[in-house]
């Protein structure tokens, strides 16, 4: 990139040249920052492509281009839905980071690359040098089946896999950074070595992670449900107070929960153990029941347990279900933990050592957060819906929201760190309209939004869609909403509380009961939000989109689908779905 300068025969006085000249090689700085710090021409760019549902995938590919840096290659990260098909092509070092989402799913972000590169009509890409690291979770049937997809099809498009792609459970953390260790020096072999500008400042990274969480103290644990309520939802403040932690509305907040003492020591009996058994956990002698409080997940069975369990106890009919349909196995197992297994099958027996290496280790849970980081600096806000049913003759309760609700008071430690979530936040632009849809607990980060709304004085409408199952005992928040609406800062509130009629009525009928108004919003430029419930709501609510824009713009069902394509591309259109 050249630097522009004034020749000496041009009609400007030194002292005009000379400042002219600076501000030519001001705006050349400015501009090799901007464009990723290349100050040669032949610099190696590594394109770093990431598919993120919660952002894991996100935060790896900050790694990896920080890691490239340090070989001198100059990195690009991208979401996947900040490319197209013909943009890949042209890529000729490339690194894709992506979770799975649900059974076997795309995340959101990479759903549009994917169905262009998946398709009839994608290049050839014989230029690419790649490699896939792909994020999962083993007691899904199709483990980092994203990242498996990609490979493949990267691989049938003619790409060079430089290293075989990496498959990672839920404890990513040191498989990635082996994949990182081997796949950066050989993306780098050969490269010019070459002097790399340091990019304008980052923020730091946080000292505090899933490593190494922030102990985190609880300040209100109030219930928000009403007490003849068939359902137990609480609210959670918890001080951050002094950790020089920040966060933003529509981030995670991670807590690591402990698991239930009646829970382990049940495990314990069902083991004919004592408890006290000194066993090795990751280079520490822990007694067994220390053990499976604090590192191991213990409420739902992975499949190496589940096959130990059917194989030592030579139950036929087990044993047929996990060979058989796959179906039936999940019917079976529904309501199920490992206690219920260990109590059905007494046949099959297990030391404490055996047991350990069975199980997967204690996992954080990533919540929603229900307050603005500009309103509340201190304090992070969360809404939990408390796990308790009845089943197999006993009370099973969830692991870390009844953690949450039970187990932690005033001097119990929350070990906590957050989760950016870059992707849902609130518009830049304050004057453009935003559409919440929020069932149940997914109000939780529109309560955020509103506040951020609320603390930035946007002048732009707000639209919120709620709902659960009855009124009087489940409208969460409700004082503070109708404070909001009064106030004017809620310009619209539609309510769908399914169980207060005989016909039962869910956010998406609201939606398309006040359909031409929706469509209308979006034309204005408005954002759409979703959160909650991945696998009923949010598709439905897609589903009532699609039929919206189809209805009230006019459009064919192609259209349609283009049309709501457009909004993903552009962010107006993004889920926090779960």
């Known amino acids: 990139m050249k630097i522009l300068t004034i020749p000496d025969n041009a009609p400007y006085s030194e002292t005009q040249r000379a400042w002219l000249n600076g501000f030519f090689a001001g705006m050349h700085s400015h501009m090799v920052h901007s464009a990723g710090s290349i100050n040669q ?78 398709s009839d009509a994608a290049p050839r890409l014989e230029q690419v040098n ?30 060079n896999r430089v290293l075989e792609r990496v498959d990672c459970d839920t404890d990513f953390e040191a498989a990635a950074e082996h994949w990182l260790s081997e796949v950066i020096p050989l993306l780098a072999e050969g490269a010019e070595t070459i002097a790399v500008l340091d990019t304008a400042a980052q923020p730091a990274k946080s000292t505090y992670n899933r490593k190494n969480p922030f102990p985190a103290k609880l300040l209100v644990n109030r219930i928000l449900t009403a007490l003849d309520s068939s359902k137990e939802t609480r609210h959670y403040e918890i001080s951050i107070a002094g950790s020089g932690l920040s966060y933003e509305a529509g981030d995670a907040l991670c807590v690591i929960p402990s698991n239930c003492p009646d829970l382990v020591a049940a ?13 090795p956990v990751n280079g520490e002698l822990l007694t067994l029941s220390e053990a499976l409080r604090t590192r191991f997940e213990i409420k739902l069975p992975g499949k190496e347990l589940l096959e130990e369990i059917a194989k030592r106890s030579g139950d036929q009919t087990l044993n047929g279900l996990l060979s058989g349909d796959k179906e039936q196995l999940e019917a079976y197992l529904w309501g199920r933990d490992i206690l219920d297994l260990l109590l059905e099958f007494p046949a099959a027996e297990f030391t404490a050592a055996e047991f350990l290496r069975l199980l997967k280790p204690l996992q954080h849970r990533a919540y ?15 809404t939990v819906a ?12 969830g692991v870390c929201s009844t953690y949450l609700a039970d187990l932690v008071d005033a001097d119990t430690a929350v070990n906590v760190f957050f989760t950016p979530n870059n992707s849902f936040r609130v518009p830049n632009d304050d004057s453009r309209p935003i559409i919440m849809v929020g069932p149940g607990t997914g109000i939780a980060p529109f309560r955020a939004f509103l506040q951020e709304r609320q603390f930035r ?48 009525i869910y956010v998406q009928d609201k939606m398309q009961e006040h359909g031409a108004e929706l469509y209308a919003w979006l034309e204005q430029g408005g954002y759409f939000f979703v959160c909650g419930d991945a696998y009923r709501m949010a598709k439905d609510v897609d589903q009532a989109l699609h039929d919206i824009i189809r ?28």
């Not at 004082?479 to 016909?503: C, H, K, M, P, Y």
């Open 41 to 118: 021409a032949n610099a190696r760019l590594l394109h770093i492509l990431f598919g993120s549902q919660t952002g894991n995938s996100e935060s790896l590919a900050h790694d990896a281009a920080a890691a490239a840096k340090s070989h001198g290659l100059v990195p690009v990260v991208k979401s996947m839905d900040e490319v197209d098909i013909q943009q890949l092509a042209d890529m000729q070092y490339l690194l894709i980071i992506t979770s799975t989402y649900g059974e076997g799913a795309m995340p959101d972000n990479a759903e549009l690359l994917w169905q262009t590169a998946n």
């Open 130 to 159: 790649y490699s896939v690291l792909a994020l999962g979770d083993t007691s899904y049937d199709l483990f980092c089946q994203a990242g498996i997809n990609w490979d493949n099809r990267l691989a049938e498009l003619g790409a």
């Open 267 to 279: 495990i314990v009996q069902a083991l004919k153990c004592s408890g006290e058994e000194d066993e």
């Open 368 to 382: 929603s957060i229900s307050s603005s980081g500009k309103a509340h600096p201190d304090s992070v806000h969360l």
């Open 386 to 397: 408390s796990v308790r049913y009845q089943a197999h003759g006993r009370q099973h309760k």
């Open 457 to 504: 004085n946007a002048a732009g409408k707000n639209w919120l869609f709620f709902g659960d199952r009855n009124a009087a005992t489940d409208f969460i928040y409700r004082e503070e909403i109708e404070a909001l609406q009064s106030s004017g800062l809620l310009t619209r509130l539609d309510l769908a509380f399914s169980r207060d009629q005989a016909e039962k």
């Open 551 to 578: 209805n009230h713009g006019g459009k064919t069902l192609l259209e349609a689908a283009e049309y709501v394509n457009q909004l993903k591309k552009e962010k107006r259109y993004v889920r926090d779905v779960y």
